[in-house]
């Protein structure tokens, strides 16, 4: 029976994925010639967390269980691997030379020579690489790799991975679902959590290197002295483990806070306050990454007020931070009132700006162009904007699928956008490979830059203060899967998820499996329980659990359920066609065209694209009106399947745990059929009436 992250005291689930409890001795046995001696090298606060790291997993991994060969580990800089190997030989050099570059890092073996202990080496040329170098070879050994199999050479995709964190200052998570926030402002700066080393560790051992603390709806305070400080104390937790900490700021902080009677950004008071602020704020946090801003966006403060764009805001704030090494994350998050199509706001409002924002700004973009739907395309800004920086925003916390009582394995999501091809510079033009040349496609002209100095994809973070971290056992599996991705967007879901099974309910090949078998198929499952064919943001007002596809009140259009899915007797779905809202044309072609033909547009984004009649034929030789009822019914087969196959799992896994998911995957299917029950006969009502008038 699987006994790992059984909590250790701190609660079911605390220890995540990195519980670390003893290798079975078959998956142990080949690593035990390296382990007579683990040389790391130690004098930063990263190589420290290495060295740590070792020690812990180690003993964790293989306890006092058989003796350990005579081999040895190194894990180092280039200088201390040869150090330690007693000069640069021929061999030697091999270990520690032509390295990835920045925080990549390298896993090599000595070449076996007669006599020759064995030995295997991390190796960076940054001490966080040695970091990030440790945690894959600990990786590997945990989920039962064999030492020649952990060889590899990585280097991040991006240059910031990172998450968002939603918390406002009282303590309260906005779209959180795991408790209350991690940061106990009212304790710091003198008491100091363990959770924050704990978060900080489990976030270095997916690569994660940034972290905002705080809300993008942002409280002007956390601009304060008194706030500062306490931030401070958090950043220095962090940096031990490679992290650099941001903050998101409210536009109007110099009205708020500094009493000037504007936030005008070209204002010279305006400029002095934020410059003023960067000095203090630097000289408190000297590695501090920088800002997130949400301006002009859903009622938050920003340069329109002045009759200034995005680009004056954010240049301002990116030239307050430039000298300190600081960058400004500005966000496309934008819509308003009156819109014929929400979907065209951001495209149209950041567009005519492309070429005009400072080097240290980065617009970030979230993955589709509504607003973290269970499937959207890819929002059209990824492969338009030319000469700006982009950073992807995804969101971890599942506000629109589910929250913290879905099992939805979000991995399938991202990989689904990062894989696609906007064709910005012809084909292959990825997002993943925009991401990492800069967001911008004249990135991709750049001839090999793997890393473009200002690369990020962000998370909006589902963790909170509770046992699990993230609401149930299963929810830290997007944690780990967002870190996973955004280091590497090659990488197989399912993969990544088999090494979170392996790390966090055990090894046994029958156990990961049926635990694969549970997560790989749930997002699809929630798509067609929730939202098939594309239909999208026809959730129940404001806090967006389950469904009411029949809102059609409130302040806002462009917040009511009709005005997306535009369901009457001629069809479903919201034209975005030529003839429609010319959503299409925002596209690169032959991007744009492929969406615009209802015959090309893949159908899994055909109701986002297109009004479809509700006699059409689809794929499946059924009419529109015939295949959405399916869609549902095959949505609540599948979250009621996950169930079944969670249930058979019962005797590997404790019962305690066990028990604890099949409440969640209850909760599932329950909604699951809800939602079947109010979408089905609601949009049905609309196919009938066109019968009707046809007949
Ligand atoms: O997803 C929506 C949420 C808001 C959020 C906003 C944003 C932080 O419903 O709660 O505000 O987007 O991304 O700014």
């Not at 929400?342 to 567009?351: D, L, P, S, T």
């Not at 929250?403 to 939805?408: D, F, K, P, Y």
Request: a negative charge.
């Amino acid at each position: 029976m699987s006994s790992r992250n059984n909590g250790k005291g701190r609660g079911l689930g605390y220890e995540l994925w990195l519980g670390r409890s003893a290798l079975p001795p078959d998956l142990g046995a080949p690593w035990l010639p390296f382990l007579g001696e683990v040389k790391v090298e130690r004098g930063t606060a990263a190589l420290d967390s290495a060295s740590a790291e070792f020690a812990r997993s180690l003993e964790g991994l293989f306890g006092t269980g058989p003796e350990a060969g005579p081999g040895s580990i190194i894990a180092g800089r280039p200088a201390f691997v040869e150090q330690t190997l007693g000069g640069k030989s021929a061999a030697n050099g091999t270990l520690t030379g032509g390295l990835p570059p920045g925080d990549g890092f390298a896993i090599r073996l000595a070449p076996a020579a007669a006599g020759d202990k064995p030995r295997l080496a991390v190796v960076s040329t940054t001490d966080r690489g040695v970091l990030y170098g440790t945690f894959a070879l600990l990786r590997a050994m945990a989920t039962g790799m064999r030492p020649e199999a952990a060889v590899s050479e990585e280097t991040p995709a991006v240059s910031f991975r990172m998450l968002d964190h939603w918390d406002n200052l009282d303590g309260s998570i906005e779209r959180g679902y795991a408790g209350r926030s991690l940061w106990k402002w009212g304790e710091l700066p003198v008491k100091v959590d363990p959770r924050y080393a704990d978060y900080a560790r489990a976030c270095a051992s997916v690569g994660i290197n940034a972290s905002c603390l705080n809300n993008v709806n942002a409280a002007c305070e956390i601009l304060s002295t008194e706030y500062l400080e306490k931030i401070a104390v958090i950043a220095g937790v962090l940096r031990a483990w490679g992290i650099r900490t941001f903050l998101s700021v409210n536009f109007s902080s110099p009205i708020k806070m500094g009493g000037l009677n504007t936030a005008d950004p070209l204002d010279p008071a305006v400029i002095a306050w934020w410059s003023a602020k960067a000095r203090e704020l630097y000289a408190l946090i000297p590695d501090f990454g920088g800002f997130v801003v949400k301006a002009d966006s859903e009622g938050q403060p920003g340069p329109f007020a002045y009759g200034r764009t995005h680009a004056d805001g954010a240049n301002m704030l990116a030239r307050a931070l430039g000298s300190f090494g600081g960058i400004v994350i500005w966000r496309a998050f934008v819509y308003g009132h009156g819109e014929t199509d929400r979907a065209k706001k951001a495209w149209a409002n950041f567009m005519p700006h492309d070429g005009e924002f400072e080097p240290n700004v980065a617009v970030q973009v979230k993955n589709g162009a509504i607003d973290f739907q269970p499937r959207e395309p890819v929002h059209p800004l990824f492969g338009s904007m030319e000469k700006s920086s982009l950073f992807m925003e995804f969101q971890v916390t599942q506000e629109y699928l589910g929250q913290g009582n879905h099992v939805v394995y979000l991995g399938p999501m991202w990989k689904e956008i990062l894989d696609f091809d906007t064709h910005a510079r012809g084909k292959g033009s990825t997002v993943a490979r925009l991401l990492s040349a800069g967001g911008g496609a004249e990135g991709l002209d750049r001839e090999s830059a793997p890393v473009a100095p200002l690369s990020g994809i962000a998370g909006v973070s589902n963790i909170g203060d509770d046992a699990t971290w993230c609401g149930s056992l299963f929810h830290p599996l997007n944690w780990y899967a967002f870190g996973r991705l955004a280091w590497d967007p090659s990488l197989d879901t399912d993969a990544i998820a088999r090494e979170w099974i392996a790390q966090t309910w055990g090894t046994d090949r029958g156990l990961i499996d049926g635990i694969l078998a549970v997560v790989s198929p749930s997002w699809e499952a929630c798509v067609d329980y929730m939202t098939p064919l594309c239909l999208h943001h026809i959730m129940r007002e404001h806090h967006h659990y389950g469904p009411d596809p029949a809102f059609d009140a409130g302040e806002r259009e462009d917040w009511r359920s009709t005005y997306y899915h535009r369901a009457d007797s001629a069809g479903l779905g919201f034209d975005r066609t030529r003839t429609g809202s010319g959503g299409v044309d925002q596209y690169r072609k032959p991007v744009a065209d492929l969406f615009d033909d209802i015959e090309t547009c893949p159908e899994k984004y055909l109701l986002w694209f297109h009004h479809v009649p509700w006699d059409r034929v689809l794929s499946s030789g059924m009419t529109l009106a015939q295949e959405l009822p399916a869609r549902y019914a095959r949505g609540v087969a599948a979250a009621e399947r996950m169930r079944e196959r969670w249930r058979a799992l019962a005797p590997r896994i404790d019962p305690a745990r066990h028990a604890a998911v099949l409440a969640k995957l209850d909760i599932q299917a329950a909604d699951a059929k809800e939602w079947e029950a109010v979408c089905v006969p609601y949009f049905l009502s609309f196919a009938k009436a066109s019968a009707k008038e046809l007949s």
